[in-house]
Protein backbone atom coordinates (compact mmCIF):
# COMPACT_ATOMS: atom_id res chain seq x y z
CA UNK A 1 0.00 0.00 0.00
CA UNK A 2 1.59 3.23 -0.90
CA UNK A 3 1.75 6.38 1.23
CA UNK A 4 -1.35 8.42 0.20
CA UNK A 5 -4.08 5.07 0.29
CA UNK A 6 -2.54 4.53 3.60
CA UNK A 7 -3.13 7.86 3.98
CA UNK A 8 -6.83 7.68 2.82
CA UNK A 9 -7.15 4.59 5.17
CA UNK A 10 -6.12 6.37 8.14
CA UNK A 11 -8.90 9.07 8.17
CA UNK A 12 -11.80 8.77 10.85
CA UNK A 13 -14.60 7.15 8.88
CA UNK A 14 -17.30 8.48 10.69
CA UNK A 15 -16.63 11.91 9.36
CA UNK A 16 -15.43 11.05 5.65
CA UNK A 17 -18.84 9.95 4.48
CA UNK A 18 -19.81 12.83 1.92
CA UNK A 19 -23.01 14.04 3.86
CA UNK A 20 -21.48 13.53 7.37
CA UNK A 21 -18.49 15.60 6.28
CA UNK A 22 -21.29 18.42 4.96
CA UNK A 23 -23.07 18.40 8.25
CA UNK A 24 -19.61 18.58 10.46
CA UNK A 25 -17.54 21.08 7.88
CA UNK A 26 -20.72 23.37 8.30
CA UNK A 27 -20.85 22.49 12.53
CA UNK A 28 -17.53 23.50 12.89
CA UNK A 29 -17.73 27.00 11.86
CA UNK A 30 -20.76 27.65 14.15
CA UNK A 31 -21.96 27.56 17.91
CA UNK A 32 -24.92 25.96 17.06
CA UNK A 33 -27.58 25.21 14.44
CA UNK A 34 -30.69 23.98 13.97
CA UNK A 35 -31.93 20.89 11.93
CA UNK A 36 -33.97 23.19 9.19
CA UNK A 37 -30.61 25.01 8.53
CA UNK A 38 -28.94 21.74 8.13
CA UNK A 39 -31.64 20.69 5.27
CA UNK A 40 -31.34 23.54 3.75
CA UNK A 41 -27.29 23.70 3.12
CA UNK A 42 -26.71 20.18 3.16
CA UNK A 43 -29.80 19.61 0.51
CA UNK A 44 -30.20 16.57 1.92
CA UNK A 45 -33.89 14.67 2.66
CA UNK A 46 -35.17 14.77 6.28
CA UNK A 47 -34.47 11.17 6.75
CA UNK A 48 -31.00 10.84 5.06
CA UNK A 49 -30.43 14.26 7.39
CA UNK A 50 -31.79 11.96 10.77
CA UNK A 51 -29.87 8.77 10.20
CA UNK A 52 -26.25 11.13 9.24
CA UNK A 53 -27.06 13.03 12.77
CA UNK A 54 -27.90 9.87 14.64
CA UNK A 55 -24.76 8.41 13.31
CA UNK A 56 -22.71 11.37 14.07
CA UNK A 57 -24.69 11.86 17.82
CA UNK A 58 -23.38 7.98 18.11
CA UNK A 59 -20.07 8.34 17.80
CA UNK A 60 -20.19 11.16 19.90
CA UNK A 61 -19.52 13.70 17.32
CA UNK A 62 -22.30 15.88 17.97
CA UNK A 63 -25.24 16.97 20.41
CA UNK A 64 -28.27 17.28 19.99
CA UNK A 65 -31.19 18.93 21.89
CA UNK A 66 -35.14 19.21 20.89
CA UNK A 67 -36.62 21.95 22.60
CA UNK A 68 -39.42 24.42 21.76
CA UNK A 69 -39.54 28.12 19.82
CA UNK A 70 -42.80 29.15 20.98
CA UNK A 71 -45.08 26.29 19.87
CA UNK A 72 -42.64 25.37 16.94
CA UNK A 73 -40.36 22.33 18.04
CA UNK A 74 -37.20 23.29 17.07
CA UNK A 75 -33.91 20.33 17.43
CA UNK A 76 -30.59 21.89 18.01
CA UNK A 77 -27.48 20.87 17.31
CA UNK A 78 -23.85 21.44 18.18
CA UNK A 79 -20.54 19.97 17.81
CA UNK A 80 -18.65 18.47 20.87
CA UNK A 81 -15.33 18.88 21.68
CA UNK A 82 -14.49 15.45 20.39
CA UNK A 83 -16.14 16.23 17.26
CA UNK A 84 -14.16 19.33 16.39
CA UNK A 85 -11.02 17.36 17.24
CA UNK A 86 -12.07 15.08 14.97
CA UNK A 87 -12.51 17.67 12.29
CA UNK A 88 -9.30 18.85 13.00
CA UNK A 89 -7.32 15.57 12.69
CA UNK A 90 -9.36 14.74 9.53
CA UNK A 91 -8.48 17.94 7.57
CA UNK A 92 -4.99 17.12 8.09
CA UNK A 93 -5.60 13.80 7.30
CA UNK A 94 -6.86 15.12 3.99
CA UNK A 95 -4.18 17.28 3.64
CA UNK A 96 -1.53 15.18 3.94
CA UNK A 97 -3.35 12.63 1.69
CA UNK A 98 -3.68 15.32 -0.94
CA UNK A 99 0.41 16.18 -0.35
CA UNK A 100 1.30 13.14 -0.85
CA UNK A 101 -0.65 12.61 -3.86
CA UNK A 102 1.42 16.29 -5.53
CA UNK A 103 4.70 14.56 -4.18
CA UNK A 104 6.63 12.54 -7.08
CA UNK B 1 -19.34 17.82 -2.61
CA UNK B 2 -19.98 14.98 -4.82
CA UNK B 3 -20.62 11.26 -3.52
CA UNK B 4 -18.50 9.62 -6.51
CA UNK B 5 -14.72 11.29 -5.86
CA UNK B 6 -13.47 12.20 -2.50
CA UNK B 7 -13.66 15.53 -0.71
CA UNK B 8 -11.00 18.16 -1.46
CA UNK B 9 -9.36 20.73 1.21
CA UNK B 10 -11.18 23.34 -1.04
CA UNK B 11 -14.65 21.58 -0.77
CA UNK B 12 -14.60 21.63 2.96
CA UNK B 13 -13.20 24.91 3.06
CA UNK B 14 -16.35 25.96 0.77
CA UNK B 15 -19.05 24.06 3.23
CA UNK B 16 -16.79 25.60 6.39
CA UNK B 17 -17.38 29.06 4.61
CA UNK B 18 -21.08 28.45 4.06
CA UNK B 19 -22.64 30.17 7.84
CA UNK B 20 -20.58 33.40 7.29
CA UNK B 21 -22.73 33.87 3.73
CA UNK B 22 -25.31 33.24 5.75
CA UNK B 23 -25.32 36.47 8.03
CA UNK B 24 -26.38 38.73 6.24
CA UNK B 25 -28.18 36.35 3.33
CA UNK B 26 -31.79 39.14 4.27
CA UNK B 27 -30.00 42.43 4.36
CA UNK B 28 -30.65 42.74 7.86
CA UNK B 29 -27.26 43.99 8.51
CA UNK B 30 -27.49 47.03 5.77
CA UNK B 31 -31.58 47.90 6.80
CA UNK B 32 -29.74 48.10 10.54
CA UNK B 33 -27.14 50.50 9.24
CA UNK B 34 -29.27 52.23 7.15
CA UNK B 35 -31.81 52.83 9.89
CA UNK B 36 -28.78 54.27 12.20
CA UNK B 37 -27.55 56.66 9.58
CA UNK B 38 -31.16 57.87 8.70
CA UNK B 39 -32.24 58.17 11.65
CA UNK B 40 -29.32 60.51 13.25
CA UNK B 41 -29.80 62.51 9.99
CA UNK B 42 -33.53 62.89 10.03
CA UNK B 43 -32.46 63.83 14.43
CA UNK B 44 -30.51 66.22 12.90
CA UNK B 45 -32.56 67.68 10.78
CA UNK B 46 -35.46 67.57 13.46
CA UNK B 47 -33.26 69.69 15.36
CA UNK B 48 -33.06 72.38 12.34
CA UNK B 49 -36.34 72.65 11.40
CA UNK B 50 -38.06 72.61 14.14
CA UNK B 51 -40.42 75.63 14.43
CA UNK B 52 -40.38 76.42 18.07
CA UNK B 53 -37.67 74.40 20.87
CA UNK B 54 -40.63 73.09 22.65
CA UNK B 55 -40.35 69.89 24.65
CA UNK B 56 -42.38 67.90 21.90
CA UNK B 57 -39.89 68.69 18.95
CA UNK B 58 -37.29 67.64 21.52
CA UNK B 59 -38.81 64.10 22.12
CA UNK B 60 -39.13 63.64 18.37
CA UNK B 61 -35.39 64.30 18.24
CA UNK B 62 -34.95 62.64 20.86
CA UNK B 63 -37.05 59.51 19.47
CA UNK B 64 -35.59 59.78 16.24
CA UNK B 65 -31.53 59.67 18.13
CA UNK B 66 -32.73 56.71 19.99
CA UNK B 67 -34.23 54.41 16.79
CA UNK B 68 -30.81 55.19 15.26
CA UNK B 69 -28.62 54.15 18.42
CA UNK B 70 -30.72 51.01 18.45
CA UNK B 71 -30.80 50.38 14.78
CA UNK B 72 -27.83 48.32 14.21
CA UNK B 73 -28.23 46.10 17.34
CA UNK B 74 -32.37 45.67 17.15
CA UNK B 75 -32.80 45.31 13.57
CA UNK B 76 -30.81 42.60 12.23
CA UNK B 77 -32.00 40.73 15.43
CA UNK B 78 -36.06 41.28 14.91
CA UNK B 79 -35.72 40.38 10.94
CA UNK B 80 -33.73 37.47 11.81
CA UNK B 81 -36.07 35.92 14.33
CA UNK B 82 -39.47 36.86 12.78
CA UNK B 83 -38.44 36.27 8.51
CA UNK B 84 -35.05 34.09 8.33
CA UNK B 85 -35.21 31.81 11.13
CA UNK B 86 -38.53 30.59 10.89
CA UNK B 87 -37.31 29.95 6.83
CA UNK B 88 -33.87 29.05 6.56
CA UNK B 89 -33.07 27.76 9.63
CA UNK B 90 -31.59 28.94 13.14
CA UNK B 91 -27.92 29.30 13.40
CA UNK B 92 -25.60 30.71 16.53
CA UNK B 93 -22.39 32.11 16.22
CA UNK B 94 -19.15 31.33 18.42
CA UNK B 95 -18.05 34.43 20.83
CA UNK B 96 -14.61 32.98 20.77
CA UNK B 97 -11.69 34.89 22.27
CA UNK B 98 -10.90 36.66 18.69
CA UNK B 99 -14.18 37.99 18.92
CA UNK B 100 -13.92 39.68 22.44
CA UNK B 101 -10.51 41.21 21.66
CA UNK B 102 -11.71 42.36 18.32
CA UNK B 103 -14.68 44.58 20.49
CA UNK B 104 -12.18 45.43 22.95
CA UNK B 105 -9.96 46.76 20.41
CA UNK B 106 -12.73 48.19 18.45
CA UNK B 107 -13.98 50.09 22.00
CA UNK B 108 -10.69 51.57 21.90
CA UNK B 109 -10.55 52.75 18.63
CA UNK B 110 -13.70 54.45 18.86
CA UNK B 111 -12.75 56.32 21.98
CA UNK B 112 -9.67 57.73 20.49
CA UNK B 113 -11.58 58.94 17.46
CA UNK B 114 -14.36 60.05 19.31
CA UNK B 115 -12.04 62.25 21.18
CA UNK B 116 -10.15 63.53 18.59
CA UNK B 117 -13.38 64.27 16.32
CA UNK B 118 -14.90 66.43 19.35
CA UNK B 119 -12.11 68.48 19.21
CA UNK B 120 -12.60 69.14 15.83
CA UNK B 121 -16.19 70.01 15.82
CA UNK B 122 -16.05 71.74 18.93
CA UNK B 123 -13.49 74.13 17.57
CA UNK B 124 -15.08 74.11 14.68
CA UNK B 125 -17.80 74.76 16.70
CA UNK B 126 -15.71 77.86 18.64
CA UNK B 127 -14.66 79.24 15.16
CA UNK B 128 -18.55 79.48 13.54
CA UNK B 129 -19.38 81.65 16.63
CA UNK B 130 -16.75 84.02 16.44
CA UNK B 131 -18.81 85.23 13.13
CA UNK B 132 -16.11 84.86 10.73
CA UNK B 133 -17.16 84.79 7.07
CA UNK B 134 -16.83 81.23 5.78
CA UNK B 135 -15.15 82.87 2.28
CA UNK B 136 -12.84 84.72 3.64
CA UNK B 137 -10.21 82.78 5.68
CA UNK B 138 -9.41 79.30 5.92
CA UNK B 139 -11.72 77.49 8.61
CA UNK B 140 -8.21 75.69 10.42
CA UNK B 141 -4.86 76.99 9.72
CA UNK B 142 -4.42 74.29 6.98
CA UNK B 143 -1.53 75.25 3.88
CA UNK B 144 -1.78 73.29 0.71
CA UNK B 145 1.51 71.67 1.59
CA UNK B 146 0.37 70.26 4.48
CA UNK B 147 -2.41 68.53 2.54
CA UNK B 148 -0.41 67.57 -0.46
CA UNK B 149 2.16 66.06 2.08
CA UNK B 150 -0.38 64.26 3.85
CA UNK B 151 -1.86 62.62 0.33
CA UNK B 152 1.83 61.66 -0.53
CA UNK B 153 2.05 59.89 2.44
CA UNK B 154 -1.70 58.15 2.63
CA UNK B 155 -0.69 57.27 -1.13
CA UNK B 156 2.82 56.01 0.02
CA UNK B 157 1.16 53.48 2.71
CA UNK B 158 -1.79 53.00 -0.08
CA UNK B 159 1.06 51.72 -2.56
CA UNK B 160 3.42 49.66 -0.60
CA UNK B 161 0.40 48.00 0.59
CA UNK B 162 -1.04 47.12 -3.16
CA UNK B 163 2.30 46.20 -4.29
CA UNK B 164 2.47 43.51 -1.11
CA UNK B 165 -0.43 41.84 -2.00
CA UNK B 166 -0.15 41.55 -5.50
CA UNK B 167 3.23 40.47 -5.36
CA UNK B 168 2.15 37.83 -2.70
CA UNK B 169 -0.34 37.14 -5.20
CA UNK B 170 2.11 36.79 -7.66
CA UNK B 171 4.11 34.14 -5.52
CA UNK B 172 1.58 32.33 -5.01
CA UNK B 173 1.00 31.77 -8.48
CA UNK B 174 4.35 30.93 -9.17
CA UNK B 175 4.79 28.49 -6.49
CA UNK B 176 1.35 27.26 -7.87
CA UNK B 177 2.89 26.66 -11.07
CA UNK B 178 0.32 27.50 -14.41
CA UNK B 179 -0.27 30.70 -14.90
CA UNK B 180 2.67 32.15 -13.42
CA UNK B 181 4.09 34.49 -15.56
CA UNK B 182 0.94 36.97 -16.45
CA UNK B 183 0.02 38.82 -13.43
CA UNK B 184 -3.43 38.55 -11.42
CA UNK B 185 -6.38 40.40 -13.24
CA UNK B 186 -7.52 43.32 -11.41
CA UNK B 187 -10.85 41.83 -11.13
CA UNK B 188 -8.90 38.66 -9.63
CA UNK B 189 -7.35 40.44 -6.74
CA UNK B 190 -10.77 42.97 -6.01
CA UNK B 191 -12.84 39.67 -5.78
CA UNK B 192 -10.24 37.65 -3.25
CA UNK B 193 -10.31 40.93 -1.46
CA UNK B 194 -13.95 40.85 -1.42
CA UNK B 195 -13.60 37.38 0.03
CA UNK B 196 -11.16 38.41 2.29
CA UNK B 197 -13.77 41.19 3.54
CA UNK B 198 -16.28 38.74 3.93
CA UNK B 199 -14.23 36.46 6.05
CA UNK B 200 -13.38 39.28 8.40
CA UNK B 201 -17.36 40.04 8.67
CA UNK B 202 -17.46 36.57 9.77
CA UNK B 203 -14.66 36.84 12.05
CA UNK B 204 -15.66 40.04 13.42
CA UNK B 205 -19.61 38.18 14.28
CA UNK B 206 -17.32 35.64 16.70
CA UNK B 207 -17.27 32.83 13.62
CA UNK B 208 -14.25 30.74 13.35
CA UNK B 209 -11.55 31.03 10.78
CA UNK B 210 -9.76 28.30 9.21
CA UNK B 211 -5.74 28.48 9.42
CA UNK B 212 -6.24 28.29 5.36
CA UNK B 213 -8.39 31.09 4.65
CA UNK B 214 -6.80 34.13 6.48
CA UNK B 215 -5.11 35.08 9.20
CA UNK B 216 -6.90 37.49 11.65
CA UNK B 217 -3.96 39.87 11.92
CA UNK B 218 -3.87 40.33 8.00
CA UNK B 219 -7.95 40.60 7.73
CA UNK B 220 -7.31 43.96 9.78
CA UNK B 221 -4.45 45.03 8.01
CA UNK B 222 -5.87 44.38 4.93
CA UNK B 223 -9.62 46.81 6.33
CA UNK B 224 -7.15 49.18 6.97
CA UNK B 225 -5.12 49.47 3.97
CA UNK B 226 -8.08 49.66 1.81
CA UNK B 227 -9.47 52.88 3.59
CA UNK B 228 -6.10 54.31 3.35
CA UNK B 229 -5.84 53.77 -0.04
CA UNK B 230 -9.47 55.12 -1.05
CA UNK B 231 -8.99 57.30 1.41
CA UNK B 232 -5.58 59.15 -0.47
CA UNK B 233 -7.70 59.70 -3.59
CA UNK B 234 -10.69 60.74 -2.09
CA UNK B 235 -8.68 63.33 0.19
CA UNK B 236 -7.18 64.75 -3.23
CA UNK B 237 -10.37 64.89 -5.17
CA UNK B 238 -12.38 66.81 -2.04
CA UNK B 239 -9.31 69.13 -1.53
CA UNK B 240 -9.29 69.79 -5.52
CA UNK B 241 -13.04 70.83 -5.23
CA UNK B 242 -12.62 72.88 -2.26
CA UNK B 243 -10.07 74.58 -4.01
CA UNK B 244 -12.79 75.61 -6.98
CA UNK B 245 -15.79 75.51 -5.08
CA UNK B 246 -14.93 77.68 -1.76
CA UNK B 247 -11.73 79.56 -2.80
CA UNK B 248 -9.29 80.40 0.29
CA UNK B 249 -12.00 78.72 3.05
CA UNK B 250 -10.85 74.97 2.42
CA UNK B 251 -11.97 73.13 6.03
CA UNK B 252 -9.78 70.44 6.77
CA UNK B 253 -11.95 69.22 9.41
CA UNK B 254 -14.55 69.13 6.72
CA UNK B 255 -12.33 67.38 4.66
CA UNK B 256 -10.77 65.22 6.93
CA UNK B 257 -14.00 63.47 8.11
CA UNK B 258 -15.68 63.01 4.57
CA UNK B 259 -12.09 61.70 3.52
CA UNK B 260 -12.45 58.34 6.24
CA UNK B 261 -16.56 58.30 6.56
CA UNK B 262 -16.99 57.54 2.78
CA UNK B 263 -14.52 54.86 2.58
CA UNK B 264 -15.53 53.23 6.13
CA UNK B 265 -18.64 52.80 4.58
CA UNK B 266 -17.76 51.75 1.29
CA UNK B 267 -15.54 49.23 3.13
CA UNK B 268 -18.74 48.17 5.89
CA UNK B 269 -20.98 47.71 2.70
CA UNK B 270 -18.61 45.61 0.95
CA UNK B 271 -18.28 43.92 4.08
CA UNK B 272 -21.47 42.98 3.69
CA UNK B 273 -22.22 42.54 0.46
CA UNK B 274 -18.78 40.58 -0.75
CA UNK B 275 -20.63 36.96 0.10
CA UNK B 276 -23.79 37.58 -1.53
CA UNK B 277 -21.77 39.61 -4.77
CA UNK B 278 -22.67 36.48 -7.03
CA UNK B 279 -25.74 36.73 -6.59
CA UNK B 280 -26.25 40.01 -6.34
CA UNK B 281 -24.10 41.96 -8.45
CA UNK B 282 -26.06 45.32 -8.65
CA UNK B 283 -24.36 45.35 -5.16
CA UNK B 284 -21.02 47.10 -6.83
CA UNK B 285 -22.18 49.75 -9.01
CA UNK B 286 -24.68 50.11 -5.49
CA UNK B 287 -21.66 50.59 -3.91
CA UNK B 288 -20.22 53.56 -6.43
CA UNK B 289 -23.28 55.56 -5.67
CA UNK B 290 -22.62 55.51 -2.30
CA UNK B 291 -19.09 57.05 -2.88
CA UNK B 292 -19.87 59.22 -5.57
CA UNK B 293 -23.15 60.02 -4.61
CA UNK B 294 -21.92 60.91 -0.44
CA UNK B 295 -18.88 62.74 -1.93
CA UNK B 296 -20.96 64.70 -4.16
CA UNK B 297 -23.13 65.76 -1.75
CA UNK B 298 -20.59 66.36 0.87
CA UNK B 299 -18.15 68.40 -1.41
CA UNK B 300 -20.64 70.43 -3.64
CA UNK B 301 -23.21 71.35 -0.65
CA UNK B 302 -22.35 74.99 0.64
CA UNK B 303 -22.12 74.70 4.29
CA UNK B 304 -19.96 73.32 7.13
CA UNK B 305 -18.88 70.13 7.74
CA UNK B 306 -21.82 69.94 10.45
CA UNK B 307 -24.35 71.23 7.80
CA UNK B 308 -22.62 69.03 5.15
CA UNK B 309 -23.11 66.03 7.66
CA UNK B 310 -27.25 66.29 7.82
CA UNK B 311 -27.96 65.51 4.53
CA UNK B 312 -24.58 63.15 4.02
CA UNK B 313 -26.36 60.95 6.62
CA UNK B 314 -29.80 60.83 5.21
CA UNK B 315 -27.89 59.72 1.80
CA UNK B 316 -25.80 57.01 3.17
CA UNK B 317 -28.99 56.44 5.28
CA UNK B 318 -31.53 55.73 2.02
CA UNK B 319 -28.60 54.03 -0.08
CA UNK B 320 -28.11 51.17 2.77
CA UNK B 321 -32.10 50.81 3.45
CA UNK B 322 -32.71 50.32 -0.57
CA UNK B 323 -29.73 48.16 -0.33
CA UNK B 324 -31.05 45.99 2.48
CA UNK B 325 -34.49 45.93 1.52
CA UNK B 326 -33.74 44.85 -1.89
CA UNK B 327 -31.77 42.40 -0.41
CA UNK B 328 -34.64 41.44 1.91
CA UNK B 329 -37.14 41.05 -0.95
CA UNK B 330 -34.77 39.17 -2.71
CA UNK B 331 -34.32 36.77 0.17
CA UNK B 332 -38.14 36.69 0.66
CA UNK B 333 -38.91 35.41 -2.95
CA UNK B 334 -36.24 33.06 -2.61
CA UNK B 335 -36.97 31.07 0.85
CA UNK B 336 -40.65 30.17 1.08
CA UNK B 337 -42.43 30.98 4.46
CA UNK B 338 -43.02 28.09 6.85
CA UNK B 339 -46.41 27.60 5.76
CA UNK B 340 -46.05 27.88 2.48
CA UNK B 341 -43.14 24.86 2.77
CA UNK B 342 -45.88 22.79 4.70
CA UNK B 343 -48.13 23.80 1.89
CA UNK B 344 -46.41 22.57 -0.77
CA UNK B 345 -45.33 19.44 1.16
CA UNK B 346 -49.14 18.59 1.59
Known amino acids: MNDQLRAIADLDRVIHEPGRLMIVALLSAVKECDFLYLLNETQLNKGNLSSHLARLEEAG ?9 GKTPQTLVRLTRSGRAGFEQYRKGILEACLKQKAP | MKNDS ?130 VAPAVGVTPGQVIALIVLICLTAGVFVIYFVGRARQKGRRAGGAAESPPSVAAVLMKWGQELGALQFWLCGGKLQRRTTTSVKILILFYGIILLLAAPILGLIYLSELVAHPGAASFTRMEILALFVPCNAI ?45 MLFLGMVWLGSGLATLFSYLRRAPGPRAAEASLA
Open chain 1, 61 to 69: YVEIQKTYR
Open chain 2, 268 to 312: LYLMMAASGLKEHAWKLPWCGLLVFGSLAVGVFLPANFIGASRPL
Open chain 2, 6 to 135: PPSSADILQYTLRPHQYINVDGSGEIGWGLMCACFGISSYVTLLAPSPTVWWHGVQWLFFVCGALGPLLAPKIIKRLLTFPRTGYVAYQNGKAFWLTMGASAVIAAVTSVWVSRHVTSAMRRATVARPAS
